[in-house]
């Protein structure tokens, strides 16, 4: 949008134009990773403790929501950098309007983080029974620490809707025919997969071995399909002339070729079989190595996935 105003009349002339190149850049890329570990723990922690009890991973309790609240802050922080109007934001909360998907998604994400930090308080406290019992914070969270199981759902719940509604976002875009709802609901699902069980990696060091197994079983499961959901879409996504023609960016001697594949290898390929390997040995070594190369290429490839539309031009 061009706007000029004319001093006479005080007039705004507004004309519709051309946004050449990139408009959503690596602010949004770093949005969608960040939201997709803060909603991934917390998805990856309630199945393993549905699977193993509390003194197997001694300290999940805390750490979850603790990561989960980091990440989640640094997806609102940069969804709030990226708008032309920040203090605007105000108005999703004053004057929402339902229908729209940014105003849902934020008050979920604003409700999610809010549970997510009664969680961490609860649970630090509770795993820190030393730490200033006089501390009147420490007190009221260790007197409701029942209430971590009563709030644990509802936080389990808001975390699936939360990681999908920017694929919706996605999809409303005009004319970006690759961002299709279906599979972009899909590809975050995964990517909420994949990087909640990666971060849960990285601090399973006490943990039992079987809870780091089913930690490899779900980034084994996680790399698998979001491989497959890739190479699906860049193999037969030939029904669209405009899908055919953005993917050119990624085919052979495309501008974003080798970045795409570096992604596939780095973000599911190789962390896909040294989780399968863990799964049968537990080598925490390498498995953290998996995490943090599947953590990488998924940033890579959600980069990529997500300029390559812009790239082609609308007109």
Request: some cysteine; charged content about 10%; aromatic content about 14%.
């Amino acid at each position: 949008m061009v706007e000029s105003t004319v001093h006479a009349t005080h007039a705004v002339v507004t004309l519709d134009v051309a946004l050449p190149g990139i408009i959503w850049g690596w602010m949004i890329t770093l949005n969608m990773w960040a939201k997709s570990i803060g909603t991934g723990v917390i998805l990856v922690g309630a199945f393993l403790l549905y699977r193993h009890k509390k003194d197997e991973m001694p300290n999940l309790r805390w750490t979850m929501p603790l990561i989960s609240f980091i990440f989640l802050n640094i997806f609102l922080l940069f969804t709030l950098t990226d708008l032309h109007q920040p203090y605007r934001m105000v108005n999703i909360f004053l004057h929402p309007h339902w229908t729209s998907a940014i105003t849902v998604g934020a008050w979920m994400a604003s409700l999610f983080t809010a549970l997510v930090t009664v969680l961490m308080v609860i649970g630090y406290f509770d795993a820190h029974p030393n730490v200033r019992k006089n501390c009147a914070l420490a007190n009221a969270a260790r007197a409701n620490s029942g209430l971590y199981e009563k709030i644990f759902p509802f936080v389990v719940f808001l975390a699936i809707p939360v990681t999908l509604y920017t694929a919706i976002i996605m999809a409303e875009s005009s004319a970006r025919e690759l961002w299709q709802a279906p599979a972009e609901v899909m590809q975050m699902m995964w990517a909420a997969l994949l990087a909640g069980s990666a971060a849960l990696i990285l601090v399973s060091g006490k943990w039992s071995a079987e809870a780091r197994k089913d930690l490899a079983l779900v980034l084994a499961i996680a790399t698998f399909f979001s491989f497959l959901m890739y190479m699906g879409e860049y193999f037969f996504s030939f029904k669209s002339s405009e899908a055919e023609a953005t993917l050119a960016y990624v085919h052979a001697g495309g501008a974003y070729n080798t970045e795409f594949w570096f992604g596939m290898v780095l973000g599911f390929i190789v962390p896909f079989f040294i989780a399968v390997g863990s799964m049968k040995s537990d080598n925490k070594t390498l498995l953290r190595f998996a995490a943090i190369l599947a953590l990488v290429g998924l940033y890579m490839a959600k980069d990529v996935w997500l300029k390559i539309p812009q790239m082609l031009p609308l007109s």
